[in-house]
């Protein structure tokens, strides 16, 4: 084979231009002793250091859909500091387009926008994907999982010498199960050490093509430790909440092979806070790579893929956003987000008033931070695509715990979940938000994108705007206010000058009760009370569409007890613990 793709970082070659899928097979498969060493495994788990080009990842699943049982799963968990677009991936395993089947095509349409975090990707009820977007010496730190492979991909050691460093061994120590396998194409002095030190046991082996020597070994005990594969039945799981939160949770666990039910006592899903027919998907923009950042970002990206996947379904406008500067705070938050995030210019960007305004259609007189996959889908249609699959609904008031049967309870009821939990263990309130419908005018007929400005209005949409959102905290009802109304257009105006002098006639309106905590952050995790498994997915405000699809899957990572899909920082962040902390 001609050809191999190289590295413009690291100036080597991806796999090996004789044949990069032997070379796979050799190193990776072969060193690691597979098929044979999930043989007895309920759940297998492969962490990688160097995704590339996706194709140690699809020869692992390739093998795993061919020799495992139907009970058996594989996760597989890799990192990548410098993504290759879809395109590119594409263009590279082309050679091997036939042996893959529609593998390839799976993978690309799965592939998250190159944003920095940890990116969760359901292949199927089988294969989950872990795909870490970051320098792996600062992200695996992080991980939570029990390893039983390791593919010691990346760079040889001479060009890519910061990968091979100390932190990835002890992670890699503490990530492993007694008897984990590893395997590198690497036979250097400095890895077979580095290993050694902390407890692997290493032996060189015969190398593929022109490299004599690779390693390989186990770590500790000299034999893998077995886990019995025993078919047992799932556990019954129970959803509070017929809204986003709730919704996403059960679509999240039918990937995983679960068969929820959903208890929502207003007789239909997505009639209260996600019954609206607009909602606008953006990451929450934090000046640190915090905890919120760490989640929100991954998030955004994971709802793009669900959201081009799910298409006219779901109403999905991907038409891009544009949040004005229009104070030194946020300028100030929006620059430093750009240097801690490290997300891709073709991903986020500053761009000024005249390219700002070039973007929008109309004129501008301020900068923006520009998110060109931002977009819009309907909630109220998302909800329903999400419980498509679900057969199990049910119209019930839950007015105790002790009324549920299941063997899990997944709380999603927003501000009902008050009555399971007292104020000082979940505290979260509710908060009033109007959005109004209008007639486009000449000029507003000409948005393009959606403009957020501390308010926002949508993209011209059959004639049509949305302008909004109020913002109450002090009231509790969802009626409509005509006042609403008009305050919602006049702070449009007063954002976007150019239509200060236009008149506007209110079409409809629709108000709901969104939920937050006292932190503005999203409540998820495991809770205890009364011998019951009991999981919360609560609180994301306006931010509902990315953070209750990213809670979903590490709910699910919580129930089946599998490799996690969000940091440990982001585990303190989102737990509902961190309020006692506090105190």
């Keep these: 084979m001609k050809g191999a793709p190289r590295s413009e970082q690291f100036n080597d070659i991806y796999f090996s231009a004789d044949d990069g899928l032997a070379e796979t097979q050799h190193v990776f498969i072969n060193g690691n002793n597979l098929p044979q060493a999930w043989e007895n495994s309920e759940n297998f788990v492969i962490c990688e250091t160097g995704f590339g080009t996706g194709l140690n990842f699809l020869a692992a699943w390739h093998l795993f859909e061919k020799t495992a049982h139907t009970d058996q799963t594989l996760d597989f968990i890799s990192f990548e500091k410098y993504p290759l677009t879809p395109d590119e991936i594409q263009k590279a395993l082309e050679p091997w387009q036939s042996h893959f089947d529609e593998k390839i095509k799976l993978l690309c349409e799965n592939y998250p926008i190159s944003v920095r975090g940890f990116h969760r990707i359901k292949i199927n009820s089988q294969i989950t994907f872990t ?222 008033a005249k390219e700002a305004s070039e ?100 993209q011209s949409l059959d004639s049509t705007h949305y302008v909004g959102a109020s913002f109450q905290p002090w009231l509790d009802h969802d009626d409509i206010i005509d006042d609403d109304n008009v305050q919602n257009i006049q702070k449009m105006k007063t954002a976007l000058p150019q239509l200060a002098g236009d008149d506007f006639e209110v079409l409809h309106a629709w108000a709901g009760l969104r939920t937050a905590a006292k932190d503005k952050f999203p409540i998820a995790g495991k809770i205890s009370k009364g011998g019951k498994d009991i999981y919360v997915s609560l609180a994301y405000g306006s931010h509902g569409l990315v953070g209750s699809l990213k809670s979903a899957h590490y709910l699910c990572d919580l129930i089946r007890k599998g490799p996690c899909s969000i940091q440990f920082e982001t585990k303190k962040s989102i737990s509902y613990q961190r309020f006692s902390a506090k105190k």
């Excluded at 320098?135 to 091979?164: C, Q, R, Y």
């Design 131 to 352: 795909l870490i977007f970051d320098d792996v010496n600062e992200a695996i730190p992080e991980l939570d999982a029990n390893v039983d492979s390791w593919f010691l991909d990346g760079f040889t050691p001479t060009k890519n010498p910061d990968m091979w460093s100390v932190t990835l061994f002890e992670n890699m120590a503490r990530l492993s199960k007694e008897g984990a396998s590893f395997a590198t194409f690497t036979a250097a002095g400095d890895v077979r050490r580095g290993l050694e030190d902390v407890g692997f046991i290493v032996e060189k082996s015969e190398g593929f093509g022109r490299k004599r020597d690779m390693i390989k070994g186990h770590y500790k005990s000299k034999e893998k430790t077995k886990t019995i594969l025993a078919s047992k039945l799932k556990p019954s799981i129970a959803i509070v909440g017929g809204g986003l939160a709730g919704t996403s949770v059960a679509y999240a666990l039918k990937q995983y092979g679960f068969d929820p039910v959903i208890y929502e006592q207003e007789g239909d899903i997505s009639l209260k806070a996600s019954g609206n027919d607009i909602g606008f998907f953006n990451p929450r923009f934090t000046a640190l790579w915090d905890g919120v950042g760490q989640f929100f970002a991954p998030a955004y990206a994971q709802f793009i893929t669900m959201a081009k996947q799910a298409g006219d379904a779901i109403n999905y406008k991907p038409c891009g956003a544009l949040h004005l500067i229009n104070s030194p705070e946020k300028e100030k938050r929006f620059y430093k987000m750009l240097s801690n995030w490290n997300w891709a210019e073709d991903h986020t960007r500053i761009v000024d």
């Design 359 to 458: 973007i929008a259609g109309i004129e501008l007189d301020l900068p923006a931070l520009y998110l060109p996959d931002a977009g819009s889908v309907s909630p109220q249609k998302l909800c329903h695509h999400y419980v498509a699959d679900i057969t199990r609904k049910c119209n019930q008031t839950i007015t105790s715990l002790e009324d549920l049967e299941e063997d899990i309870i997944i709380l999603a009821n927003a501000h009902s979940v008050s009555q399971f939990f007292d104020e000082d263990i979940l505290p979260v309130n509710s908060v009033r938000g109007q959005i109004t419908k209008i007639q486009a005018s000449q000029m507003s007929s000409k948005i393009k994108c959606n403009i957020h400005y501390g308010g926002y209005i949508s």
